[in-house]
């Protein structure tokens, strides 16, 4: 099964069933390209220089940095960008249902609709 592109909980009242988004595209339906050398045909690779010593810098040496002045950075640590994230509440809250019934004439068969209104409790006050 894919990895979910959202998952959480669907509530309406004391009623709550949970709610599995997959991705609308699969691992195995996903194309994947390589940069490839259109002279020799081999794939090629990407490296990380310091743009001062212009020297390979290897992975693990890689930080992420804010520029606050030219040329000077602060280096944020993935601990703290990670505390920064908005906590969400994964919860779908249904607070009513409304009639979406359409005009006679306008009605079709085929017609569907579906609204959808998020509560974010982080951002009520």
Request: some cysteine; charged content about 25%.
């Amino acid at each position: 099964m894919p990895r979910a592109a959202w998952n959480g909980h669907l509530r309406l009242s004391l009623v709550s069933c949970p709610v599995y988004l997959p991705p609308a595209t699969t691992e195995t339906k996903r194309i994947r390209l390589n940069q490839i050398n259109a002279e020799t045909g081999n794939r090629l690779k990407q490296q990380l220089v310091d743009s001062e010593t212009g020297r390979v810098v290897e992975r693990q040496q890689v930080a992420k940095g804010y520029e606050h002045d030219r040329y000077q950075y602060v280096l944020i640590s993935d601990e703290k960008l990670k505390a920064l994230q908005v906590e969400s509440s994964k919860v779908i809250e249904l607070t009513r249902f409304v009639d979406l019934t359409p005009p006679a004439d306008q009605r079709s068969s085929n017609t569907m609709a579906v609204v959808c209104i998020i509560k974010n409790s982080a951002v009520q006050g």
